[in-house]
């Protein structure tokens, strides 16, 4: 039996993609370094469709039809160019290599150009949903070329996971376009994480309530327009209680968050872009200062405002108010990340359609949620959108949550509990906002110390200031 597609890479995604594919009614070539995850798969769920077990690379590549089509599921990085070195020499012209790994989309640009040299399709994609998105169903983000996605798209949007029958998987563009979207995803997902946990922090530390209390809280905004796997694992996450001392869960693990490295490409590439996707950044920043225990070690006895917890009827509406700065500093993330998105296709010459990012995003993957069916809608509504912030629909909402938000800033302030997420969303906001930044004075003093000049309001030009004359006269240079 042929295969129409291979998977090479068994561990948990590589696995889980391959049953997946089979269950859909493919027939799946599979392969891995060491032969034993392919004969475990085939042992454990070999009844759940058609497999073909393969030992070596040749036989691997004998046992697909052509054009060959082979999923590289392997540890991103070093492995991935080792396994591509290892295949590529036994594929022919137009075969094409599906890499679903979390790689580097610079890397993905360098790996497509090389192999289109050598006549072969490499289609960097983007796979969110971890394990059980892998299994039943994640969301799907393809890049390479328009001609693999004719013959890929429609097994790949097979095994996607679709909201109200649209499938989680369009083509996003050519060479790094989708694994440059999945690393944006990743972005988000840190940005959301942390404003979820600031929430957390607020109602545990301003209000005084128990992990189960707000396990609660959660459960009720995720009824909202919060709805989202990430609000709803974390509801899961508040409420568990440690089995060995009867603690809640969440007090017994180490605050140190750790991190793989797809947020900080995202804040690194922001850098690059110039796109100010502060949200991420803080979140980045917030698992790596959590990190530093030495650091927080030294600190811990720093003074502090008095923290009592709000009591009487401030605390009546303080949970309300953070349910309003939560979805507005969400709505600033997603804005953000979605322009560095855009700040990515501009500079890389790919055609992204943010609306269609949107839309693969509302199903399958780590930051599903009903908002993105608001964000899918806003660019319907104008694809050139600037910033959702300016949508109808969000610029509303953000309106009505704005005082909430500002006091919630402002209580964590009074209190001293960190909200870098909150805080600097709502700076963000404003400053966007603003009719006049002081970037003006920063061009002065630019000018003062380096003549790197400045431009005026009320004329064309470019001049600078004699600082060190008497007069401090201008001229145009
Ligand atoms: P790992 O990242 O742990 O990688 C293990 C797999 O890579 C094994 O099949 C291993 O083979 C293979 N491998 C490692 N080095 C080499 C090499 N030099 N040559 C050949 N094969 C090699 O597996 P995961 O399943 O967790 O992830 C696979 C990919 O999917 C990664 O790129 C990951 O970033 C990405 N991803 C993971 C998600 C997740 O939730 N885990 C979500 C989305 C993407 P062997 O068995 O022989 O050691």
């Not at 610079?106 to 059980?132: C, I, M, N, Q, Y």
């Not at 060479?175 to 404003?195: C, P, R, S, W």
């Amino acid at each position: 039996d042929q295969a129409n597609i291979g998977v090479t890479g068994l561990a948990v995604m590589g696995r889980n993609l391959a049953r997946n594919l089979a269950r859909h009614g493919h027939t799946v070539a599979l392969h891995n370094r060491h032969q034993q995850r392919t004969d475990d798969l085939v042992a454990q769920f070999g009844d759940e469709g058609t497999f073909v077990p393969t030992g070596s690379a040749a036989e691997f590549v004998a046992a697909l039809e052509r054009p060959r089509k082979l999923i590289v599921m392997v540890k991103a990085g070093g492995p991935t160019d080792a396994v591509i070195e290892e295949f590529a020499p036994l594929l022919e012209d137009g075969d094409m290599i599906v890499d679903g790994g979390n790689a580097h989309f610079a890397d993905t640009r360098r790996r497509e150009k090389a192999l289109r040299e050598r006549g072969l399709h490499f289609v960097g994609t983007g796979v969110s949903g971890g394990e059980e998105g892998a299994l039943h169903g994640p969301s799907i983000m393809p890049g390479g070329s328009r001609e693999a996605y004719a013959s890929l798209g429609p097994i790949l949007t097979d095994i996607a996971a679709d909201v109200d029958g649209t499938p989680c998987c369009t083509h996003i563009g050519p060479d790094g376009a989708g694994h440059f979207v999945k690393m944006v995803h990743n972005g988000i997902e840190y940005a959301d994480m942390q404003l979820i946990a600031e929430a957390y922090d607020l109602l545990r530390h301003a209000l005084g309530l128990e992990p189960a209390q707000i396990a609660d809280i959660f459960r009720d905004w995720n009824t909202g327009r919060l709805d989202s796997y990430l609000i709803e694992i974390t509801a899961q996450v508040l409420g568990h209680v440690d089995a060995a001392t009867g603690r809640p869960f969440v007090d017994v693990v180490v605050d140190q968050a750790e991190q793989k490295g797809t947020g900080r490409w995202t804040v690194q590439t922001a850098l690059e872009l110039g796109v100010p996707t502060t949200g991420i950044a803080e979140a980045v920043f917030a698992r790596s200062l959590s990190g530093g225990a030495a650091l927080r070690e030294a600190a811990r006895g720093l003074p502090g405002p008095a923290r009592a917890p709000i009591t009487g009827a401030a605390a009546e509406t303080l949970a309300a108010d953070i349910e309003q700065a939560l979805y507005a500093s969400k709505v600033v993330a997603y804005a953000q990340g979605f322009n560095e998105i855009q700040a990515g296709a501009a500079e890389y010459d790919w055609p992204i359609d943010l609306g269609a990012v949107a839309t693969i995003w509302r199903g399958g993957c780590i930051i599903r949620a009903a908002f993105l069916d608001d964000i899918r809608a806003a660019y319907a509504n104008d694809p050139a959108l600037p910033t959702l912030l300016t949508d109808g629909g969000f610029a509303e909402a953000v309106r009505d949550a704005q005082d909430s938000w500002r006091s919630v800033v402002a209580t964590a302030a009074r209190l001293g509990i960190p909200a870098p997420g909150f805080s600097s969303a709502l700076s963000y906001y404003d400053a966007l906002r603003a009719q006049r930044l002081p970037a003006a004075l920063v061009q002065g003093q630019r000018d003062y110390f380096g003549a790197h000049t400045y431009q005026r309001v009320d004329r064309p030009g470019t001049f600078h200031t004699e600082w060190a004359t008497r007069d401090a006269a201008e001229h145009e240079v």
